[in-house]
């Protein structure tokens, strides 16, 4: 189907109206131009013509010869003879004196002498035989004579007509030039729309490429610019969306790679000496085994994620001990932080309100948050677990003095994908799984660091159960 441009279809609608609209208004120009000039030229060949009869009237009731003699001098003497033809008809509706001395054409058919008989004045515009255009009145009058019945008076419109044809094409020209007026700006306004869209429509097209290199040039601020400045913002989203992808794939691909490695080493090793001294293989099978959580922790985070991602992701909300939770998650890394010579301050208080919510994802964000300050901290780092209530809150503190988080990475940090430390193992979906978690508990997560090497700190806020 052949595609239509915004261009063409503007010059055939808009344009189409446009010219339709003024040819209309040229047509009613015109006519009012023209009726203005005949009726200009009859009201004033009817002047000239009452003040004929009017003289005609005081002889009305002289004699025959009398009453001619003045109808004859009155045509003589009339001094506008080389514009206007004044005539007198006899009682038998024919001309029988004319102002030229001429004869009259002999085809006039008179129609305003036959309305003047029946309206006391009659006027109308005409061709005569030659062709010519005149406009003819005519007046009856009255005599004792009886001889002459009307007198009437006719001119030539040629040279109104002319004067006509001059306003009508100079009407024509000022529509014409209103026309190209709006073609030219009506066209730079389609270009104004028409350029952004096209290269749009070709960076959209390197967009489904994978290509998010490329920026809209936006000059415009209107919704044109708006839209260029969204699809930007879009490219800017994408693009740093598809760097967390295959960032997220690379970190995957080698945090896979990394405990296959070894457990296929290991598993290796026992196979092909049996095992050699208990010793070693008590430490293969332990690395089999730590390698292989770690995998299916990892694994476990993933499909979390691809559940949220798909909302197939469900709580099993019941009122739950916080500290039991939170207690599981500081003994399963306590043991862990000792062999790394890091330690774990927890003071548990006696007593918090219940939480509404899944008891086994809290304890799977508690042991993230955990085993990233355990991971993040070096040797001799400590890391403090505060649990307490505020207001109608539970809170959770976990603050390290580990490696910290850059001030520039702190808003992104709970970004899928996101890692702001790319020498440490880790999918960099972990916070973001967690930060999920607890807003589907009506909590938050937030993460604060007063920058690198000064230790981060991650408080957790759950609304607590009414008594």
């Not at 469900?314 to 500081?330: H, K």
Request: with cysteine; net charge negative; charged share 25%.
């Amino acid at each position: 189907m052949a595609k239509k441009s915004i261009t063409k279809r503007w010059i055939f609608n808009n344009l189409g109206v446009v010219v339709l609209a003024l040819l209309v208004i040229d047509m009613a120009i015109v006519y009012a131009i023209q009726n203005y000039f005949y009726s200009s030229a009859k009201q004033y060949l009817i002047s000239k013509i009452n003040a004929v009869t009017s003289v005609l009237s005081m002889h009305s009731q002289d004699s025959s010869a009398n009453f001619s003699s003045e109808m004859r001098n009155m045509l003589e003497t009339f001094n506008e003879k080389d514009k206007i033809e004044l005539m007198a008809i006899n009682s038998k509706g024919r001309v029988v004196l004319t102002s030229s001395g001429f004869s009259p054409d002999e085809d006039d058919p008179m129609p305003d002498y036959q309305e003047a008989l029946v309206k006391n004045e009659g006027s109308h515009v005409y061709k005569l035989g030659g062709g010519e255009k005149v406009l003819a009145v005519s007046v009856p009058i009255n005599s004792m004579s009886k001889e002459y019945s009307a007198v009437r008076m006719v001119t030539s419109l040629t040279e109104i007509d002319n004067t006509i044809k001059t306003y009508t094409l100079a009407v024509t020209m000022v529509c014409v030039v209103i026309i190209l007026i709006i073609v030219i700006t009506g066209l730079y306004f389609a270009g104004s729309i028409v350029r952004p869209i096209r290269q749009i429509s070709g960076i959209a097209r390197k967009y489904a490429l994978g290509d998010f290199s490329t920026r809209i040039d936006n000059e415009s601020d209107d919704e044109i610019g708006d839209l260029c400045t969204a699809i930007n913002n879009m490219a800017d989203e994408l693009s740093t969306a598809e760097a967390m992808k295959n960032e997220f794939i690379s970190s995957v691909s080698h945090e896979l790679r990394t405990p296959l490695t070894a457990i296929k080493g290991w598993a290796e090793t026992l196979m092909i000496d049996g095992g050699g001294s208990p010793d070693t293989m008590k430490k293969g099978v332990g690395v089999i085994v730590n390698e292989t959580e770690r995998l299916s922790q990892m694994v476990e985070e993933l499909l979390d994620f691809s559940r949220m991602q798909n909302g197939h992701f469900t709580l099993q909300n019941a009122n739950m001990d916080i500290l039991a939770e939170l207690g599981d998650a500081v003994l399963i890394y306590s043991d862990k932080a000792r062999r790394e010579e890091k330690e774990i301050i927890y003071d548990e208080p006696e007593m918090l309100p219940f939480v509404f919510g899944d008891k086994n994802r809290i304890r799977q964000v508690f042991i993230n948050v955990i085993d990233n300050a355990v991971k993040y901290s070096s040797a001799g780092d400590t890391v403090t677990i505060k649990a307490y209530e505020k207001g109608d809150n539970v809170i959770v503190s976990v603050k390290d003095t580990g490696c910290g988080i850059k001030q520039s990475d702190l808003s992104k940090v709970k970004t899928k994908f996101y890692k702001a430390n790319h020498t440490r193992r880790g999918s960099g979906i972990g916070l973001a799984v967690a930060d999920e978690i607890i807003s589907m508990h009506g909590g938050s997560v937030d993460i604060d660091s007063e920058g690198e090497g000064k230790g981060t700190t991650v408080t957790i806020t759950l609304p607590a159960v009414k008594q």
